[in-house]
């Protein structure tokens, strides 16, 4: 069975501060990595991670993989209020491009 | 409009009954997915397809079941709801290799 363990489970931080967020799986094919936001609704794409050590980055927002070491690190610098969400991880496995997800970390940003 | 949507956004019933949650995609994606999402469990598959008239289970199945006559359309359908099965459902959509897109969410409640 996947799994995916995501930590820590809450995080409160202040403004301006940087936050690295953990994600480690088990699955048995692996395909790829992919990193959410969800702010009270639907889940939003942040990052596809199908290679090991290729740093992916969207402005404040950053990721990597270690597909040796099967773990995931999403890095926030600067953090600003609206970066509050919980930050799902989930993994495809390899079979039929279904996803297991994490069950998230909250991260709340104090101004 | 185009995208992901899903109907009612928000339901409440009776134990007993019958309900179906709608999903449509305007993006002729081949893979549907229903998730629900409940407190300390995250995001749990209920059932994906893989494309027309191919459905198979996720992680939760029990008292559901999902059918896809058209590309577009992915209803879920609580055969008699029970008070276990209030949750919020997404429902969500890929090509192969790319991220799953999410609905909004439906929540229901079951009294």
Redesign the interface.
């Known amino acids: 069975e996947d799994k995916v363990v995501q930590s820590p489970l809450s995080l409160v931080v202040h403004e301006g501060d940087t936050v690295t967020l953990n994600c480690s799986y088990e699955v048995t094919n692996f ?2 990595l ?1 990193w959410y936001k969800q702010e009270k ?5 942040l990052f ?1 991670l199908t290679s090991s050590g290729i740093e992916k980055k969207s402005g404040r927002l950053s990721s990597i993989l270690d597909k040796k070491e099967l773990f995931s690190i999403l890095n926030i610098t600067a953090t600003q209020t609206g970066d509050s969400a919980v930050y ?1 991880c ?1 993994v495809d496995g390899g079979s ?9 970390t909250l991260l709340t940003v104090n101004p | 409009d185009a995208g992901i949507t899903q109907s009612p956004r928000y339901k409440i019933t009776e134990t007993g009954r019958q309900v179906t949650l709608m999903c449509h995609q305007t993006w002729s994606h081949s ?1 549907m ?1 229903w ?1 629900r999402q409940d407190l ?6 209920i059932y ?1 397809s ?1 494309a027309a008239d191919i459905t ?1 289970k ?1 992680e939760v199945p029990d008292g559901y079941v999902v059918s896809r006559s058209k590309t577009e359309n992915f209803p879920l359908t609580l055969e008699s709801a029970t008070r276990s099965q209030t949750s919020v459902y ?1 429902c969500a959509s ?1 090509e ?10 439906t929540r229901l409640t079951v009294t």
């Open positions: 395909r790829s992919l609704k639907a889940p939003t794409f596809m799902l989930a039929n491009y279904k996803l297991t997800f994490g069950k998230g | 893979y997915f998730y300390g469990h995250g995001l749990r598959l994906y893989a198979d996720g997404f890929s192969m290799l790319y991220e799953q897109y999410f609905g909004p969410g």
